[in-house]
């Protein structure tokens, strides 16, 4: 092979889901997200059984050289997630979000600590009882890349779950933001495991503080002035190159001044995508700036599913870390109802979100390329090895298992609670 370019790696990540978003749409007709994932898994899966069957093959270690060229964490995280944020908050209804406020603010915080709490001391006690030990401070690592519902894989879900829209914007609102939290969380907690600081409460509140909170303010910064500028004209080609500066701009900004990027698209794509499309833009331009964003949406989603998908070569696939990654679904899922079934309880008499609530954040609680890119991220050790593997487990199983059955599931309790549609 030649020497792998950026336009290389993006060609060829653009033909393969196109072909393969071609073939399931002509076979298996699933949702994208879902089919895209299974046929990337698929075809790893059988350039690894091709090597083996043949001993002088080396397809699988060539593509793997190439899933390393790209760096699969580099690209989502500095590139792709800027994109993907802002996109998806465009399309969260403000109005809809203020009403579940409290339970979005509760679950984005609260839930994410006690989700990395619980994770990590179910993962440790399972490491232990299955003879494969993993130091508690690597456990909460695992907790904390692991417990942030992925937005991306979320929304792609809500666009197809009939939910009732406060509950919806809920949960899309939930993981816009958990997601920059649990990776500030992670920052800290890597930081520890790694030796590279001292716990001490001042250095963990203050790192939480200046990126989440300074990821908001730039947020708002940087989304208040591309709603300026946007109102005091009237020309879409324009319009639409300013909603692309407010991105590429904005997240560069975010990660020179070392605050949270996903935080700061989350909320310029709220201001954008609410005070924007209705105050700043004439009708021509609302229709080309909302289809330009639901296409840069459209493309890199199956472009990251695909991914998801093909990073099962990178893994160790050991059995040993297969059935702790099995394991390891039920530990998440049990943490997720803790994390969400707790607030839900103690929230009630402010806010009763009604009986889909809890099915839905629990099932509907996602995990996706953000946990894979994180745990691509960590040291190289023997560690990383199980940790990337078991996270792998748990993120197939959340896009492919519970994202094909959610809507199902929210049809199956509307059918038997009828009032539940007009919840919320």
């Given at each position: 092979?030649?020497e792998?370019?950026?336009?290389?790696?993006?060609?060829f990540?653009i033909v393969?889901?196109?072909a393969?978003g071609y073939?399931n749409?002509?076979?298996?007709r699933l949702?994208?997200t879902?089919g895209l994932?299974i046929?990337?898994t698929?075809?790893?899966?059988?350039l690894?059984a091709?090597?083996h069957?043949v001993?002088?093959?080396?397809?699988?270690?060539t593509?793997?050289?190439?899933?390393a060229d790209l760096?699969?964490?580099?690209?989502?995280?500095?590139?792709?997630?800027?994109?993907?944020?802002?996109?998806?908050?465009?399309?969260v209804s403000w109005?809809?979000?203020?009403?579940g406020a409290?339970?979005?603010?509760?679950?984005?915080?609260?839930?994410?600590?006690?989700?990395?709490?619980?994770v990590?001391?179910?993962?440790y006690?399972?490491s232990?009882a299955?003879?494969?030990?993993v130091?508690?401070t690597?456990?909460?690592v695992f907790?904390a890349?692991?417990?942030p519902t992925d937005?991306v894989s979320?929304?792609?879900?809500m666009k197809?779950?009939a939910m009732p829209?406060?509950l919806q914007?809920t949960v899309?609102?939930e993981?816009?933001f958990?997601d920059g939290?649990?990776v500030?969380v992670?920052?800290?907690?890597?930081?520890l495991?790694t030796g590279?600081e001292?716990?001490?409460?001042?250095?963990?509140?203050?790192h939480?503080a200046?990126?989440?909170?300074g990821g908001a303010?730039?947020?708002?910064?940087v989304?208040?002035?591309?709603?300026a500028?946007?109102?005091s004209?009237d020309?879409y080609n324009?319009e639409?190159?300013?909603?692309?500066?407010?991105v590429m701009?904005?997240y560069s900004l975010a990660?020179?001044?070392?605050?949270?990027?996903p935080?700061a698209?989350?909320?310029?794509?709220?201001?954008?995508?609410n005070?924007?499309?209705?105050?700043?833009?004439?009708?021509t331009?609302r229709?080309?700036?909302?289809?330009?964003w639901?296409l840069?949406?459209?493309?890199?989603n199956?472009?990251?599913f695909?991914?998801?998908?093909?990073e099962?070569?990178?893994?160790?696939?050991?059995p040993?870390?297969m059935?702790v990654g099995?394991a390891?679904?039920g530990?998440?899922?049990a943490s997720?109802?803790l994390?969400?079934?707790a607030?839900?309880?103690a929230m009630?008499?402010?806010?009763?979100?009604g009986?889909?609530a809890?099915?839905?954040l629990v099932?509907?609680?996602?995990?996706?390329?953000?946990s894979i890119a994180l745990a691509?991220?960590?040291?190289?050790?023997?560690?990383?090895s199980?940790l990337l593997?078991v996270?792998?487990?748990v993120?197939?199983?959340?896009?492919v298992?519970?994202?094909g059955t959610?809507?199902?599931l929210?049809?199956?309790i509307?059918s038997?609670e009828?009032?539940?549609a007009?919840?919320g």
């Open positions: 092979m030649h792998l370019s950026p336009f290389d790696a993006a060609a990540l393969m889901a196109a393969l073939l749409y002509r076979t298996l949702p994208s879902v994932t046929m990337g698929l075809a790893s899966l059988l690894v091709y090597d069957l001993p002088t093959s080396t397809l699988s270690a593509f793997g050289r190439f899933l760096d699969f964490s580099k690209t989502l995280m500095d590139g792709m997630l800027s994109f993907l944020l802002f996109a998806g908050a465009m399309h109005a809809h979000m203020r009403k409290l339970p979005i603010l509760v679950f984005s915080t609260v839930g994410v600590l006690l989700s990395t709490g619980l990590g001391a179910g993962f006690a399972l232990l299955v003879g494969i030990p130091p508690l690597w456990c909460l907790g890349l692991i417990s937005p979320v929304m792609a879900v197809r779950a829209e406060t914007a899309a609102g993981s816009l958990n939290i649990g500030v992670f920052t800290i907690l890597i930081a495991a590279t001292e716990f001490t409460w001042s250095f963990a509140l203050g939480f200046r990126e989440a909170l303010v730039l947020g708002l910064a989304g208040g002035i591309g709603f500028a946007m109102k004209i020309e324009i639409v190159m300013i909603s692309l500066a407010v701009g904005g990660m020179a001044t070392h605050v949270s990027g935080v698209m989350a909320i310029a794509g709220l201001i954008i995508g005070a924007g499309i209705a105050h700043a833009m004439s009708d331009t229709d080309h700036v909302i289809k330009f639901a840069i949406d459209e493309i890199l199956a472009v990251l695909l991914l998801i998908g093909l099962v070569i990178a893994l160790d696939l050991e040993g870390y059935l099995l390891t679904v530990i998440v899922l997720r109802a994390a969400v079934g607030p839900l309880l009630k008499r402010a806010i009763d979100m009986p889909l809890f099915p839905t099932w509907g609680g996602l995990r996706g390329g953000i691509l991220s960590l040291p190289l050790a023997d560690i990383r199980e593997a996270t792998y487990i993120v197939v199983f959340a896009v298992i519970q994202g959610i809507a199902r929210i049809s199956a509307q038997r009828p009032r539940a007009q919840a």
